[in-house]
C-alpha cells in the first residue's frame, strides 16, 4: 500500500540552484496538492491540480511551478531556490473536493 | 474568506487524563471539518471529518469531535490519553474553492 510516495526525503540546495519534487499516487485520484509547512504556519497551499493536465494556484505559489502531465504524478518545480523557500513540503491527493486528503511523509528541502 | 483558529500551540496532559484541543472555523458557505494527526517526521493522517449528519463525529484512536454551529466550533475530545497520541493536531475547513485551510497545529505533549 504505497499510497503517496514523494521523492526525495531529504535535499540541500544553494541560492539559484533549480530542483523539481516528485510526487506520485497510486489511488488514481483526480486532485493533487502541493503544501509547505513551516513552523507555527500549519500547512499552506503552494499550487493544486483537480486533473491531468490542469494546475492551479493555492495560497502561496510565488517562486514555484508545478505540471500534472501524467494523473498519478504531480511535480513542484523550485526555479531558481532561496533561502526563504527551506521547509518542508507535503504532496497530498484526494477522490474528490469533499473527500480526506491523503498524505506523503513530506521533503524537508534546506536553501543555503 | 474561511480561516482556522487554533488557540493552543501546545497542551501538556498526563496519561490516561482526559484533552480537548480547540478549533474554531469561519466559514460562509457549507462547512465541512477535519482534524488530521502529525506524528514526527510523517505526513498527516485523517483522525476525523464531519461532512453532514450527526454533529458529534467519532474517529480513529477514540477520538471524537462536536460540531457547534452557533460557537463555530470543532473541538477534538479523548477521554483518556496515551503516551502514544503525542504528536501535532491540525485542524482544517474546507474554502468556497474547495480546498483545505489549515490552522497553525496544537502540539500534544502527554506525559507519564
Known amino acids: 500500500n504505497a499510497g503517496v510516495t514523494q521523492t526525495p526525503k531529504f535535499r540541500v540546495l544553494k541560492t539559484g540552484q533549480s530542483m523539481t519534487l516528485l510526487c506520485a499516487q497510486d489511488?488514481?485520484?483526480?486532485?493533487m496538492y502541493w503544501y509547505r509547512q513551516d513552523p507555527g504556519m500549519g500547512l499552506r497551499l503552494i499550487h493544486y491540480?483537480?486533473?491531468?493536465?490542469?494546475?492551479a494556484k493555492g495560497e502561496v505559489p510565488d517562486g514555484y511551478n508545478v505540471s500534472r502531465l501524467k494523473k498519478q504524478n504531480f511535480l513542484l518545480g523550485l526555479e531558481s531556490a532561496a533561502p526563504s523557500q527551506t521547509s518542508v513540503y507535503f504532496c497530498?491527493?484526494?477522490?474528490?473536493?469533499?473527500?480526506?486528503?491523503?498524505f506523503g511523509d513530506g521533503t524537508r528541502l534546506s536553501i543555503l | 474568506a474561511q480561516s482556522v483558529t487554533q488557540l493552543d500551540s501546545q497542551v501538556p496532559v498526563f496519561e490516561e487524563a482526559p484533552v480537548e484541543l480547540r478549533c474554531n472555523y469561519s466559514?460562509?458557505?457549507?462547512?465541512?471539518l477535519f482534524w488530521y494527526v502529525q506524528y514526527p517526521n510523517q505526513g498527516l493522517q485523517l483522525l476525523l471529518k464531519?461532512?453532514?449528519?450527526?454533529?458529534l463525529v467519532k474517529g480513529i484512536n477514540g477520538f471524537e469531535a462536536e460540531f457547534n454551529k452557533s460557537q463555530t466550533s470543532f473541538h477534538l475530545r479523548k477521554p483518556s490519553v496515551h503516551i502514544s497520541d503525542t504528536a501535532e493536531y491540525f485542524c482544517?475547513?474546507?474554502?468556497?474553492?474547495?480546498?483545505?485551510?489549515f490552522g497553525s497545529g496544537t502540539r500534544l505533549l502527554v506525559r507519564p
Open positions: 497530498a491527493s484526494s477522490s474528490g473536493s469533499n473527500q480526506p486528503q491523503h
Open positions: 489511488m488514481n485520484h483526480e486532485y
Open positions: 491540480s483537480v486533473g491531468e493536465g490542469t494546475t
Open positions: 466559514s460562509s458557505v457549507s462547512v465541512y
Open positions: 464531519y461532512l453532514s449528519g450527526s454533529t
Open positions: 482544517a475547513v474546507r474554502d468556497s474553492s474547495y480546498k483545505l485551510i
